[in-house]
């Protein structure tokens, strides 16, 4: 048993001060408070207040905590479990079963809290990973090692792109991947897990989550936690990971909810001031080193469809690939509802991605764009006002938007249309095919919902 270091003198929601009767233990230090019914609250060290007090954030709730209640450690920080013995299950960021299975039977543990890798064990990648969608590897290619998000407001469609990306990307996993579930919809998990299970990837899957219903300490630690058990793999294993995260704006969310409750002064937006390092903190541990890759993949909620938030904004710059999903254009039913013109990667140039791909993509950014422009003028005047160029252009650029759609496979149960995987070079040159001109013998809606165009042309 751990000796008895203090005593609960406060209790503020799930914010603890404790009176220390020896040295104060570090920043970080894992504590575990007694309650009455003989369990236990674990909290961490987040604060040194003065000479024998210090104040600690809850990992779960304080129900049946007292003052006077006996605080004890061993003086180690908080650590995650790693090592295989997570792949195939589903725990929480103690490392408990969730998924109804046997405690975990292994030794190794590692500190939540760690710096990141020096510039000097950073390893750069040019690879890239294709997810066979098209929109997105057309216009928004991800790097093999780097960092991609899907940012998109509620109900647009973030969770079934990560899903497909999933689906897509386990086929071709080399190594092993990492789920880290931030404030995780129970259903949303449940349906990862029994995806991966009937995909045959689950052996090599690790999911850490912490749910909507859990203390805010726990799902601001969480993706640490993940974060840490994919760092095992790709350091000490040397194996490639996938790293999968969902949801990260859960993550600023949950720091919002600690700094209030520390009694800090919010910044712009109600924000905690420690936005940015809060982000950081799990951006810049995810890179490839010499000892493996990591290549990560983050969901970000959008609050209010406002792309100027600054959480947002902060996990924007962070990015080597940003898939922006619009409302306008989910709302005229295009799926996946990519916006062509917002999203950006900085693997679309000729050095990564080859001059036909770079030259293909702007070109039809450039259509999609006048498109755009031209909506208005279509609406009120109707398609025989415009010039004979004009024309030509909105009618191939339309093809372009119904080409860009696909039935998903994750989707396919709802929608009954069978799922569709395209090679990034059958993209290209569908594509350019129809900005040539080769398919305005097609009809539009032929275009829509389907995979390579050569379904339609050689139809």
């Avoid at 995650?80 to 725990?91: D, F, Y």
């Avoid at 404030?183 to 850490?208: F, P, Q, Y």
């Avoid at 600023?252 to 910044?267: D, F, H, I, K, N």
């Avoid at 950014?365 to 279509?378: Q, T």
């Amino acid at each position: 048993m751990d000796p008895v270091i203090g005593r609960v003198s406060a209790v503020r929601g799930t914010v603890l001060e404790v009176d220390v009767d020896g040295p104060v233990p570090p920043l970080a230090t894992a504590l575990s408070c007694r309650v009455a019914d003989a369990g236990a609250v674990s909290a961490v060290v987040h604060a040194h207040l003065a000479a024998g007090r210090i104040r600690a954030i809850a990992l779960e709730s304080t129900r049946g905590l007292t003052l006077g209640a006996e605080v004890t450690s061993d003086g180690a920080p908080l650590t995650m479990p790693v090592g295989r013995a997570l792949l195939g299950r589903v725990v929480d960021l103690h490392g408990g079963p969730l998924d109804g299975g046997p405690p975990l039977v292994t030794t190794e543990r590692r500190p939540v809290h760690r710096a990141p890798p020096g510039s000097q064990a950073r390893r750069p990648w040019s690879d890239i990973y294709e997810t066979g969608v098209k929109a997105i590897d057309l216009f928004c290619p991800f790097l093999r090692g780097g960092r991609a998000a899907v940012f998109g407001g509620a109900g647009v469609g973030k969770t079934v792109v990560l899903m497909e990306f999933i689906h897509n990307a386990v086929e071709d996993l080399r190594g092993v991947a990492v789920f880290a579930g931030i404030g995780e919809r129970s259903r949303e998990g449940l349906e990862l897990w029994d995806e991966m299970k009937e995909r045959g990837v689950l052996d090599r899957t690790a999911l850490v989550f912490s749910q909507m219903k859990d203390a805010p300490g726990a799902r601001f630690v969480v993706g640490l936690a993940a974060l840490t058990v994919a760092e095992h793999f790709r350091d000490e294993l040397g194996l490639d990971v996938m790293f999968v995260v969902d949801n990260l704006y859960r993550h600023v969310q949950a720091g919002m909810e600690v700094s209030g409750l520390l009694g800090r002064l919010p910044s712009r937006v109600g924000y905690q001031p420690t936005l940015a390092a809060d982000i950081a903190a799990i951006e810049e541990r995810i890179t490839a080193t010499h000892q493996g890759g990591m290549t990560s993949v983050q969901a970000v909620y959008v609050p209010a469809d406002d792309y100027g938030d600054p959480a947002v904004t902060h996990a924007f710059w962070h990015m080597d690939s940003a898939l922006v999903l619009s409302r306008d254009v989910a709302a005229e039913g295009y799926y996946p509802a990519v916006d062509p013109l917002t999203s950006t990667s900085k693997a679309l140039d000729a050095a990564t991605v080859g001059a036909r791909h770079q030259e293909v993509a702007e070109e039809a950014r450039r259509v999609l764009g006048r498109l755009e422009e031209l909506k208005d003028i279509i609406s009120m005047l109707g398609m025989e006002e415009l010039s004979a160029e004009d024309h030509t252009l909105v009618t191939r650029a339309r093809r372009v938007r119904a080409f860009l759609t696909q039935p998903f496979f994750v989707t396919q149960a709802f929608t009954g249309v069978e799922g569709r995987r395209v090679r990034s070079a059958d993209t290209v040159e569908g594509v350019a095919a129809i900005l040539e001109g080769r398919a305005d013998a097609v009809p539009e809606e032929r275009l829509f919902m389907i995979g390579a165009l050569k379904e339609v042309l050689d139809a």
